[in-house]
T-cell receptor, first 110, second 118 residues
Framework: GENVEQHPSTLSVQEGDSAVIKCTYS??????FPWYKQELGKGPQLIID?????GEKKDQRIAVTLNKTAKHFSLHITETQPEDSAVYFC?????????FGKGTRLSVIA | DADVTQTPRNRITKTGKRIMLECSQT?????MYWYRQDPGLGLRLIYY???????NKGEISDGYSVSRQAQAKFSLSLESAIPNQTALYFC?????????????????FGPGTRLLVL
């Protein structure tokens, strides 16, 4: 079945610096890779996603890269701001519903 | 997301009690999901339903049951609650779009129900 490992579990960065979170997987049938952001006291919300026929996707300060050969995908946040502080989950799907990583708690220090 | 509501938001119960968590949505989505969130373990799928007559077990369905009363309502029951079912529970919805893969749609999460089993 599909499984995903997410690292790091916690990440602290200075405001204005970049943050990178990486996820690895093993099932080559995985073909959809979304990232969700969970703010304190709320449910997760989709921030960006990528499909297996694309290597990179950007949306303002957020980007996701996918390396299908190495079976890993990463979330990149540039020019971090205090409101980026949250828990971020990678996820993937292929032949089964979404499987989520264990999450990364990002703290942006002003 | 205000379009997905969960009741109650907080619940304290005792071991052995039967409880029901309810989820309602006004997004018109056909697909609904129940997840459990534990610290350090991420989100794990309990059950999901792709329409009113379709119910599927997720990764951790033991000890839980569900009912899809209508397209807009999906309830999760704990038949006999135990302390290790203490967790944050989320309902989510989605709608498949033409041209998308079977499991590639965006999921919209409710605000969560915090459950404590004593």
């Amino acid at each position: 079945g599909e499984n995903v490992e997410q690292h790091p579990s916690t990440l602290s960065v200075q405001e204005g610096d970049s943050a990178v979170i990486k996820c690895t997987y093993s099932d080559s049938a995985s073909n959809y890779f979304p990232w969700y952001k969970q703010e304190l006291g709320k449910g997760p919300q989709l921030i960006i996603d990528i499909r297996s026929n694309v290597g990179e996707k950007k949306d303002q300060r957020i980007a996701v890269t996918l390396n299908k050969t190495a079976k890993h995908f990463s979330l990149h946040i540039t020019e971090t701001q205090p409101e980026d502080s949250a828990v971020y989950f990678c996820a993937l799907s292929g032949n089964t519903p979404l499987v989520f990583g264990k999450g990364t708690r990002l703290s942006v220090i002003a | 997301d205000a379009d997905v509501t969960q009741t109650p938001r907080n619940r304290i119960t005792k071991t052995g009690k039967r409880i029901m968590l309810e989820c309602s949505q006004t997004k018109g989505h056909d697909r609904m999901y129940w997840y459990r969130q534990d610290p350090g373990l991420g989100l794990r799928l309990i059950y999901y339903s792709f329409d009113v007559k379709d119910i599927n077990k997720g990764e951790i369905s033991d000890g839980y049951s569900v009912s899809r009363q209508a397209q807009a309502k999906f309830s999760l029951s704990l038949e006999s609650a135990i302390p290790n079912q203490t967790a944050l529970y989320f309902c989510a919805t989605s709608a498949r779009k033409a041209g998308q893969g079977r499991y590639q749609e965006t999921q919209y999460f409710g605000p969560g129900t915090r459950l404590l089993v004593l």
